[in-house]
């Protein structure tokens, strides 16, 4: 009995009814987009952890990164005038240094000079504040200040504290090794950033072709052009707001003038809260030192600062650099704080305006303009990356785009069909030598093909 083989024709039909499984309804694939989710999750969540372990180095290049966008066209602007790159690099290198040298020094010198006088006031602010509580209108006792007092003398009078305090020293040298270490890293970064950041842009993108090279471009052209004039807008505002401020501490006779302007303009890179710290922390070191009035005069002046600096400075030397709202404002710098404290709360506005200016430059999926049933675009067309690209920017991805790549590739050999492989010739100067390949076909100049 000979038996018949049917050839194989595929799975059977199922007459257009659709294949049941556990991962197919909508409770399955719930569970498969929790389970992406939840690896993506741990994947960032690692990455963060290694982060946080070598926080030094990323705050070190954050903030190099940082100063040389906003050094940068100074170093362009000598270059045109006919300076070398590397002495053009040096200049603005060795500007930096002095302007912040010469900050901090001020401020060091001017602290140590008026710090008897400030902690004299403190005593006699501190007396006041015991008289004024003692004779107002609530009946407390001025027993109780002085046991309070003298519990808290004994507290750091006791060996509890003592230890703490040690560790607390000990903690503190850690801190400040760790400051060093990141300041002198960050000062080497910032130099090769300045003098070699073209060259890293230029590796990086040749690793990339066609759409994904020009929107690489695109992505460092809108970040350099946000840090560098969010940190230039900044400096100028908070420049002028320490200036108008500090001669107003000054006239007024607080002490610390000098190292209280400079929180201020410290102050000022820190949207929102920054400035209203700053004039909260003058107005207490003039209550303190001076008496009520002047603490209300400071603190006129500081509305009236911020009132300028709100109105007038940041529409003209800001505009819309930054284009965020003030919502994402608060939360990026609460995350930033939490993360990174201090260092966290200056850098985390700047970065989160670049990480949106990289979105917009990625996501074709938006709708721009106004709609017939949403209404209004709430993005203003002047915070679109295309608006804000220049004339020869956008030539540039024109041609990133529509590029035919040349040159041989790193270690990869061209091999002839009927014929053994023989070493490539390295038209591009390069000294590395290339090997077989099995049937890879390296893009050599007459072989090029489009990206």
Do not use: C
Not at 224 to 241: E, F, I, K, N, Q
Request: glycine share 10%.
């Amino acid at each position: 009995m000979s038996t018949e083989i049917q050839p194989d024709t595929g799975p059977p039909e199922t007459d257009g009814a659709e294949v049941k499984g556990p991962w197919t309804d909508g409770l399955g694939r719930a569970g498969a987009r929790a389970g992406q989710t939840l690896l993506i999750a741990a994947v960032a969540v690692g990455v963060i952890a290694v982060l946080l372990r070598v926080s030094v180095v990323v705050l070190a290049v954050l903030v190099a990164l940082i100063l040389a966008s906003a050094v940068s066209p100074l170093v362009r602007w000598l270059v045109s005038k006919g300076w070398s790159h590397l002495l053009a690099t040096l200049m603005s290198f060795l500007l930096i240094l002095l302007l912040v040298g010469g900050v901090v020094t001020g401020v060091v010198f001017a602290i140590r000079n008026e710090w008897d006088s400030l902690v004299s006031s403190a005593m006699e602010g501190w007396q006041q504040l015991q008289d004024f509580v003692t004779s107002g209108p609530l009946p407390i006792d001025a027993s109780l200040i002085d046991d309070a007092t003298q519990q808290v003398s004994d507290f750091l009078a006791s060996g509890d504290y003592a230890s703490g305090l040690a560790s607390g020293t000990l903690t503190g040298i850690s801190a400040a090794t760790n400051f060093l270490t990141g300041l002198v890293l960050m000062i080497v970064v910032l130099f090769f950033f300045l003098k070699d950041g073209s060259k890293i842009v230029n590796f990086t993108l040749r690793w990339f072709r066609g759409e994904t090279r020009a929107k690489l471009a695109e992505s460092v052209d809108r970040a350099s052009g946000v840090l560098g004039g969010y940190v230039r807008g900044t400096a100028t505002v908070a420049a002028v707001d320490a200036i108008l401020i500090g001669i107003g501490l000054f006239v007024i006779g607080v002490p610390l003038a000098l190292p209280l302007a400079v929180i201020v303009f410290v102050g000022a890179f820190i949207p929102i809260v920054g400035a209203t710290v700053a004039g909260i922390l003058a107005a207490l070191v003039a209550l303190v030192t001076t008496g009520p009035l002047e603490a209300l005069i400071v603190i006129a002046i500081v509305v009236v600062v911020n009132q300028l600096e709100g109105n007038l400075l940041q529409p003209v030397v800001m505009g819309r650099t930054l284009s965020l709202h003030a919502l994402i404002v608060l939360l990026a710098l609460t995350i930033g704080t939490l993360v990174g404290g201090i260092f966290g709360a200056i850098l985390a506005v700047p970065y989160t305006a670049v990480a949106w200016a990289v979105i917009q430059v990625w996501t074709t999926r938006y709708q721009a303009g106004d709609d017939p049933v949403l209404g209004k675009d709430p993005l203003s067309p002047k915070d679109r990356p295309a608006l804000k690209a220049s004339a020869d920017q956008r030539s540039k991805y024109r041609r990133l785009r529509r590029e035919k790549v040349s040159g041989d590739a790193l270690g990869v050999a061209a091999e002839t069909s009927g014929s053994e492989s023989a070493p490539a010739q390295d038209t591009s100067g390069a000294s590395g030598a290339s090997g077989a390949s099995g049937s890879t076909e390296a893009p050599g100049p007459s072989g090029s093909k489009e990206s």
